[in-house]
């Protein structure tokens, strides 16, 4: 079970840190990645980094912007999203690879959702 967190309203510039928890004692071994959709269009792919030595993957249009990271001791990945726009406006979903996946994943479980409003 993955359950996303730190969604909410901020302006223009600002900052989120969405957070994504999930319920394994097997975490370490799950490739994660952050997704988004937007009203009236379809889930794209935002970030993703992997269960072996961290390696990070992102969408171009993040690239810079949306650090992704995990803390497997916790087993929490985290998207930190700096300088804002009113573009990223979205529900922002985690999901988790299969088990010792490879770039790219195909990701088998995925959590509710959390929503990220940026105001102009």
């Known amino acids: 079970q993955l359950q996303a967190s730190g969604g909410g309203l901020v302006q223009a510039g600002g900052s989120l840190r969405l957070s994504c928890a999930a319920s394994?004692?097997?975490?370490?071994?799950?490739?994660m990645g952050w997704f988004r959709q937007a009203p009236g269009k379809v889930r794209e792919f935002v970030a993703a980094?992997?269960?072996?030595?961290?390696?990070?993957y992102y969408a171009d249009f993040v690239k810079g912007r949306f650090p992704i990271s995990r803390d497997n001791a916790q087993n929490t990945v985290y998207l930190q999203m700096n300088s804002l726009k009113p573009e990223d406006t979205a529900i922002y979903y985690c999901?988790?690879?299969?088990?010792?996946?490879?770039?790219?994943?195909?990701?088998?479980?995925w959590g509710q959702g959390t929503q990220v409003t940026v105001s102009s």
């Open positions: 980094i992997s269960w072996s030595d961290e390696s990070t």
């Open positions: 999901a988790a690879a299969k088990p010792f996946d490879y770039y790219p994943y195909e990701y088998v479980y």
């Open positions: 394994t004692r097997t975490f370490s071994a799950y490739g």
